[in-house]
C-alpha cells in the first residue's frame, strides 16, 4: 500500500466543498438508480413501436441490472487500486454517452447494448461513492452524509415509475434516457471542477479468474431467477441456470480464498457487524421492492386511481425518506446507529402488517399513512446502516467494501421483484384454480388475496431483520458496560 502524507480531511480546500462535492455523488447516484427503473413505463411503448413480445422488451431493464450486479465488484476493486476518485469520474463519462446513445437506439439490440454501456458507467459510480464519502466526511459527519446517498438511492429506485411515466406519455420514450444528458454534463464539469485527486491506492492487480466467475454467477442467477417467472421454475434450462450459479459462486470463494490478491476480500466478513449490516441492509431491499412490485397495481387496478394519482400516492415512500433518512443520518453521527435501524425496522413491520390489511374498499387516505410509514422506516434504518458498513472497513478497502453493499442492494431489488411476484402468482393460481401470472378480469379478491401473503411475507422479512439488528443492539450496549466495569 502507498503511503499518505495527509489525508482528505486535513485539506481546507477539499472540506471547504465537501457538500458540493456530495451533490455530484448524489446526483449520479440518483440518476443510476433511477433508470433501473424508469424504464418499466415506457416497456409497452417499446413493444408497440419496436413491433416485440413484451418478454424481449423486458431485457431493456434486466439486462441493465445484470450488468451493474456483475460489474460493481470489479470496479469497486479496480478503485481501491486505480483510485475511486478517478473511477467514478470515468463512470459519469460512460453513463452520460451511455444515455445519449440509448435514445437513438432504434431496434431492441442497439437498445440493450446502449442500456450495456449505461450500466458500465452506473457501476463505476456506484461501487466507488460510498467509499469517497467515507474518505472525504469527518467521522463527526459520516452518518448524515451516507444518509443522503442512501436517501437518493431509494429515492431514485422508487421515484422511477412514477417519474417515467410523466416522461414518456409528455415527451417520448427517447426521453428517459436523454434526460440524463444535461444533468450528466452538469455534474460532470462540477465534478472536474470539485473532486480531489486521489490520495488512496493500493499496490495491487486484478483478479481476472475471480472476475470471470463472479460474472458468470450473477449472469446465470439472475437469468434464472427473472426467466424463472415467464417460464416456471421446473425448467430444465431455469434449472441448469441456477445450478451453473450455485457452482459458480462456490468456485469464486474457492478462488478468491486462496488468492493473494483477490476481487474481493472475504476478510471482509469476518467483522460481524459488516456483515451483519449488509444482511439486514438486503433484506430490506427485498421487502421494498415486494412493495414496489405490488403496490402500482393495487393503486391502480383496486382504488382505480389513474397512472399519474398513482405515481403521487406512492412517491409519499420516497418523499418521506428524503425527509428521514438526513436526519436519522446525522442523529448517527451524535446517538450511534443501533438503536435507529432497529426503530426504523420495527416501523417498516408495522407499515407491511398494516399494507397486509388493506383491501378494494380502503381510503386513500388510509393507504398514503401505510406508505408514508414505510418510507419513515426506510430513512430511519438506511442512514445509520450505510454508516455501519462503512465505519468497520479499513481505508484501503473502502472501494470495495462500497460496491459490496452497492451490490447487495441491486441483488436485493431483483430477489424482491423475485419473491413478490412468485409469492403473488401462487396464491393466486391457488384461488383460481389454475396458473395465473397477470391480474384476472372480475376477480380483485384473487390479486387481493395474493397481496395480503405478500406483505405478509415481506414484514416477516423486516421481522427478521428486526431481531438481527436488535441482537446488534444488545451486544454492543454489553460490550459498552464491560468496558466501563473495567
Not at 485539506?11 to 424504464?39: E, H, P, Y
Not at 417467472?229 to 462456490?250: P, S
Not at 444482511?279 to 393503486?299: D, G, M, R
Not at 388493506?358 to 401505510?370: I, K, R
Request: hydrophobic share 55%.
Amino acid at each position: 500500500m502507498s503511503s499518505i502524507s495527509i489525508t482528505y480531511q486535513d485539506d481546507a480546500v477539499i472540506q471547504k466543498n465537501r457538500w458540493l462535492i456530495l451533490v455530484v455523488l448524489n446526483l449520479f447516484t440518483f440518476m443510476s438508480t433511477l433508470d433501473g427503473s424508469i424504464v418499466n413505463n415506457a416497456l409497452p411503448v417499446l413493444v408497440r413501436q419496436l413491433g416485440l413480445p413484451m418478454a424481449q422488451v423486458e431485457w431493456v431493464t434486466t439486462g441493465y441490472l445484470m450488468a451493474i450486479c456483475a460489474a460493481i465488484l470489479f470496479f469497486g476493486r479496480l478503485g481501491d487500486i486505480a483510485g475511486k476518485i478517478r473511477i467514478f469520474k470515468m463512470g459519469m463519462i460512460v453513463f452520460t454517452v451511455g444515455s445519449l446513445l440509448c435514445g437513438f437506439s432504434g431496434t431492441l439490440p442497439l437498445l440493450i447494448a446502449s442500456r450495456v454501456i449505461q450500466a458500465v458507467g452506473a457501476s463505476m459510480t456506484m461501487a466507488n461513492s460510498q467509499g469517497i464519502v467515507t474518505d472525504i466526511f469527518p467521522a463527526t459527519e459520516r452518518g448524515k452524509a451516507l444518509g443522503l446517498i442512501g436517501t437518493f438511492v431509494s429515492l431514485g429506485s422508487i421515484a422511477g415509475p412514477s417519474l417515467g411515466g410523466i416522461i414518456v406519455s409528455s415527451l417520448g420514450w427517447e426521453y428517459i434516457f436523454w434526460v440524463n444528458v444535461p444533468i450528466g454534463l452538469i455534474a460532470i464539469t462540477l465534478g472536474w471542477r470539485m473532486l480531489p485527486k486521489d490520495l488512496i491506492r493500493v499496490k495491487s492487480t486484478i483478479d481476472a479468474p475471480g472476475t470471470g466467475l463472479f460474472m458468470v454467477f450473477i449472469i446465470c442467477l439472475i437469468a434464472g431467477l427473472l426467466l424463472g417467472q415467464q417460464l416456471g421454475y421446473g425448467d430444465a434450462r431455469i434449472i441448469a441456470a441456477l445450478v451453473v450459479a450455485a457452482v459458480a459462486f462456490i468456485a469464486f470463494l474457492v478462488v478468491e480464498k486462496r488468492r493473494a490478491q483477490p476481487l474481493l476480500q472475504l476478510s471482509l466478513f469476518r467483522n460481524s457487524l459488516f456483515s451483519l449490516s449488509i444482511f439486514c441492509a438486503f433484506l430490506v431491499f427485498v421487502a421494498n421492492f415486494c412493495f414496489n412490485i405490488i403496490a402500482p397495481f393495487y393503486a391502480q387496478n383496486l382504488l382505480n386511481l389513474s397512472p399519474s394519482n398513482a405515481g403521487f400516492l406512492l412517491m409519499l415512500f420516497p418523499i418521506m425518506m428524503v425527509v428521514i433518512a438526513p436526519l436519522s443520518g446525522a442523529l448517527s453521527d451524535k446517538i450511534g446507529s443501533e438503536l435507529l435501524t432497529f426503530a426504523g425496522l420495527l416501523v417498516m413491520v408495522v407499515a407491511q402488517l398494516g399494507m397486509a390489511r388493506l383491501h378494494a374498499g380502503s381510503s386513500v387516505t388510509l393507504v398514503g399513512v401505510w406508505i408514508a410509514l414505510l418510507g419513515v422506516g426506510s430513512g430511519l434504518f438506511q442512514s445509520p446502516n450505510n454508516s455501519l458498513v462503512m465505519s468497520k472497513v479499513p481505508r484501503t478497502q473502502l472501494g470495495s467494501a462500497g460496491s459490496v453493499n452497492s451490490l447487495v442492494r441491486n441483488i436485493g431489488m431483483v430477489v424482491g421483484i423475485t419473491v413478490a411476484t412468485t409469492v403473488l402468482f401462487h396464491v393466486m393460481s391457488s384461488k383460481a384454480g389454475h396458473r395465473v401470472t397477470d391480474m384476472v378480469p372480475g376477480r380483485p379478491d384473487i390479486f387481493l388475496a395474493g397481496m395480503h401473503v405478500v406483505f405478509i411475507t415481506s414484514s416477516s422479512i423486516c421481522l427478521v431483520s428486526a431481531v438481527l439488528t436488535g441482537w446488534r443492539m444488545l451486544s454492543a450496549l454489553r460490550k459498552k458496560r464491560s468496558v466501563s466495569a473495567e
